[in-house]
């Protein structure tokens, strides 16, 4: 399994704005597809954004306008541009690795031949 370590998370005011960073050991990182999540205390892990192994990418409702996703495969690291932030963005987030975007109606999943392999998160609290 792809190793990920995240990075970026941090402290801010509504409205401001944060950049993530997710980079992964593994050499053939183009060939995956990739996923932002996030999990706040009390509630489940849910997904943010994902991007497909040709860049190609899919928002949840609740971050759509607010949130972009971007991947360097030169650099083996997957990036969330956060702006725009709100106190319900307040959670740890999470990057997960799969082999595509799987999308029905408007909802999309990170598809995967195994369980995801979960990083220790960068957690991001944003105050009203």
């Known amino acids: 399994q792809v190793q990920l370590v995240e990075s970026g998370g941090g402290s801010v005011q509504a409205g401001g704005s944060l950049r993530l960073s997710c980079v992964a050991s593994e050499y053939s990182f183009r060939n995956y597809a990739l996923g932002w999540f996030r999990q706040a205390p009390g509630k489940e892990r849910e997904g943010v954004a994902g991007i497909d192994r040709d860049g190609s990418t899919s928002y949840s409702h609740f971050v759509k306008g607010r949130f972009t996703i971007s991947r360097d495969n030169a650099k083996n690291t997957l990036y969330l541009q956060m702006d725009s932030l709100k106190p319900e963005d307040t959670a740890m987030y999470y990057c997960?690795?799969?082999?595509?975007?799987?999308?029905?109606?408007?909802?999309?999943?990170?598809?995967?031949?195994?369980?995801?392999?979960w990083g220790r998160g960068t957690q991001v609290t944003v105050s009203s």
């Open positions: 997960a690795s799969g082999t595509e975007i799987g999308i029905i109606g408007d909802t999309w999943t990170l598809i995967t031949e195994e369980d995801y392999s």
